[in-house]
C-alpha cells in the first residue's frame, strides 16, 4: 500500500512541474513564481481572436515601446528578442531605461514580414496597428509557429486584462496582479483630486498639415484624458480611433489648452510653431496664452504608463483650469 501512494504522489508531483507555474522560496523567505508549465495549453479571447499558448514563450517580439516597456515592468525582458516602432518613442521611463536600451531592436519603425518570420520568435506581444491589411498577418505568422497576442485595449479594464493574461502565460500572475493593483490606486487618487473640478477642454494635436490629426472618442488616450480631469473635444468621433478634423472644427469647440503628441518629428517645438503661424489655430484664446501641454505619444497608448500618464495630464490641467 505505501509502495502504490509513493507512486501516486510522485505522479502527482510529476504532472505539477509539468502543467503549471509553481513556487520558489527566495532568501527573504518570500515565495515567487516558477516557471514549470511545459506541455499545458492556456486559450485567451485576444478581442475576439481564440488564440492558444502552449507552454512558456521562449523567444518574444514585443511590439511597439509600450508593449516593450510593459514587460520591462513586469519582468519579462529576459524573454525580449526584439522590438520595433522606437521611432515613435522618447525613450523608456528612468527606472525601465537600463533595461529596455538592451533589448535588441527588430525594426526602428514598423516591423517588417521579413524581420518577423525569420526572427526565431515564437510569440509577439505587439500594438494592432502593426497588423492587418497594411501590416502583418497573425494568420500567416501562426503558420511560422508564431502566437500573436495583440495589445489594443480601449479602456484601462481592457489593458488590466491584457496584464493579467500575459501574468498567466509567463507564469507572474502575482507580479501581474500587484502591477495591477497600483495602477488602479494611482488613478484612484488623482479621480479623486479631479472631482471637484470643472474638467478642461482638451485638444489633442499630433500633427498638422491639411487639418489636424487627433484622437477619436473611442480612443485610449480619450479615456485618459478624463480620468485626469479633461474632455476631448472630439469625444463624440466615434467611428475610428484617430480621425482628421479641420482647423475650424477646433475652433468652433473652443479648447482650454492644446495636447501636443512628442515623438520623433517634428518636434514639440516645431509643432507649436506650426500652430502659433497657422492663420486659423493662431486665433484661439488657449494659442495666444500659449496653454500648451505635451505627452510622449508612448504615453498615451495602452501599456505600463497608465498612472503615470493620468498624473502628468492632471497636473498640466490643473495649471489650466
Known amino acids: 500500500m505505501k509502495k502504490k501512494m509513493s507512486a501516486f504522489l510522485a505522479a502527482v508531483m510529476i504532472f505539477s512541474v509539468l502543467s503549471g507555474c509553481g513556487k520558489k522560496e527566495t532568501k527573504s523567505g518570500q515565495s515567487e513564481n516558477v516557471d514549470h508549465r511545459e506541455k499545458t495549453e492556456l486559450a485567451f479571447d485576444n478581442y475576439g481572436r481564440k488564440i492558444t499558448v502552449q507552454g512558456v514563450p521562449k523567444k518574444v517580439l514585443t511590439l511597439g515601446p509600450n508593449c516593450t516597456e510593459l514587460f520591462c515592468a513586469l519582468g519579462l525582458e529576459k524573454y525580449v528578442i526584439g522590438d520595433s516602432l522606437n521611432n515613435h518613442s522618447r525613450g523608456a521611463l528612468p527606472q525601465y531605461k537600463e533595461t529596455y536600451d538592451k533589448i535588441p531592436e527588430l525594426n526602428h519603425s514598423s516591423a517588417t514580414r521579413e524581420s518577423v518570420e525569420t526572427s526565431g520568435a515564437d510569440f509577439i506581444y505587439g500594438i494592432d496597428w502593426e497588423f492587418g491589411e497594411e501590416g502583418l498577418d497573425v494568420d500567416e505568422l501562426e503558420q511560422f509557429g508564431i502566437t500573436t497576442y495583440m495589445n489594443s485595449a480601449s479602456t484601462p479594464d481592457e489593458m488590466y486584462q491584457e496584464i493579467r493574461d500575459l501574468g498567466e502565460i509567463f507564469c507572474i500572475e502575482d507580479k501581474a496582479e500587484a502591477y495591477v493593483k497600483e495602477q488602479k490606486t494611482r488613478i484612484s487618487a488623482v479621480k479623486d483630486q479631479a472631482a471637484n ?39 463624440d468621433q466615434t467611428k475610428k480611433q484617430w480621425i482628421t478634423v479641420s482647423y475650424e472644427e477646433a475652433i468652433a469647440r473652443e479648447p482650454d489648452v492644446i495636447l501636443i503628441h512628442d515623438y520623433d518629428s517634428p518636434s514639440v517645438k516645431e509643432k507649436i510653431d506650426e500652430i502659433k503661424n497657422n492663420a486659423v489655430l493662431s486665433q484661439l484664446e488657449c494659442v495666444k496664452k500659449e496653454r500648451f501641454a505635451t505627452i510622449e505619444l508612448e504615453s498615451v497608448l495602452p501599456g505600463d504608463r497608465m498612472a503615470y500618464t493620468i498624473e502628468k495630464l492632471a497636473g498640466d490641467f490643473h495649471e489650466f483650469s
Open 197 to 235: 473640478r470643472k474638467p478642461v477642454n482638451v485638444l489633442v494635436y499630433d500633427s498638422g498639415n491639411d487639418g489636424i490629426f487627433t484622437c477619436g472618442g473611442n480612443n485610449f488616450e480619450t479615456l485618459l484624458i478624463e480620468l485626469a480631469g479633461g474632455k476631448n473635444i472630439f469625444d
